[in-house]
Each structure stands twice: as C-alpha cells, then as structure tokens.
C-alpha cells in the first residue's frame, strides 16, 4: 500500500495548476504540451497519485517557473530580477539596474572588509607594519622603536609628495 500524499505535495501541485492556469491552458493541452496522458495528470491535478521528477522538470523547462516556487511558495530572488528585467516596465527594469548595483557596492565593501580583516590578522601573525589608506602606519603586536614607526612615516610621506608632482 502507498504511503498518502502528504500537504506538502498537495501544496506543490496545486502551484503547478495555478502556473497552468496563469498560462491560459486547460488540463488536456497543459497535459499534451508537457507530453503526459491527461488521466496521469488529472490524478496528480485531484492528489491521486505524486509529482514526479521529470513531471516538475517538463514544468520548469517549458513554463515560465521558478522551481523555488513550485517547491517551497516562494520565488527566487534571480527569477524574480530577470522575470521583472524581461517582461517589465522601463522603470521597473531602472530598479532592477540599480538593486544590481547596490548588490555590486555592497560586495566591494564586503570585500574591502575582510581584506582589512585579513591584513590584521597577517599583523598579528607575523609581527608586521604596514600603511593604511590614510598613510598612517600601523605598529603590529611586536616591540618596535618609535624611531622606525617614525622612519617609515617619513617614507610615504615623501612617495606622496613625490607622486604630487609627478602628476603636474
């Protein structure tokens, strides 16, 4: 005897028969699109009997669906950018350009932080100075002579210099 079907799967067909019915077909040639018998997808469509793998694959490849969808009730956020990217308005396609870029910036900040992360880590480690963005040097853990801290200043400061006029 089969195990019954559960609220979960019954949940999972009833969005596949919402996209059918969304894409304006009726059981018999949604079934013939997706190249199944129509009874088969009538005991799936009235919970007789499961989804099966290629059954959701023949619905995701030939339908605009997001498998996230069809599976959990919630649609992926990439479907959601290119769905919005190809069927929507100018100013929708606007916001998504700029989520891109917002996602962009927020990545480089991501990565300018554990850089900086890493950097005091190599300090830490392997008893280093080294120059921040601001030209300031930063003394690692070590006991270091203020006259070095001092020498190496001195040094970017006068590569700094030295770049400012090489520029004019």
């Known amino acids: ?4 079907i559960s ?9 596949i028969d919402q996209i059918r019915v969304n894409q304006g077909y009726t059981m018999e040639d949604f079934s013939e699109y997706l190249g199944m018998e129509i009874e088969i997808y009538k005991r799936c469509k009235y919970k007789k009997i499961r989804v099966d793998l ?18 959990f ?41 554990n850089a900086e992360r890493l950097r005091r880590k190599a300090r ?6 080294y120059v921040t963005k601001a030209g300031l040097v930063e003394k690692a853990g070590r006991k270091s002579s203020q006259a070095a801290v001092k020498k190496t200043a001195e040094k970017v400061a006068a590569d700094r210099a030295k770049k400012k006029t090489t520029r004019k």
């Open 124 to 129: 830490e480690k392997y008893e280093v100075d």
């Open 7 to 15: 609220k979960y799967e019954k949940e999972v067909m009833d969005r």
């Open 54 to 71: 290629d059954f959701l694959h023949a619905v995701v490849q030939k339908f605009p669906a997001d498998l996230d969808y069809i599976l």
């Open 1 to 4: 005897m089969s195990k019954p």
């Open 73 to 113: 009730g919630k649609t992926g956020q990439n479907y959601k950018l290119v769905n919005t990217f190809v069927s929507g308005t100018d100013e929708e396609r606007a916001q998504v350009f700029e989520e891109l870029a917002r996602f962009c910036r927020d990545s480089k900040e991501m990565k300018e932080i």
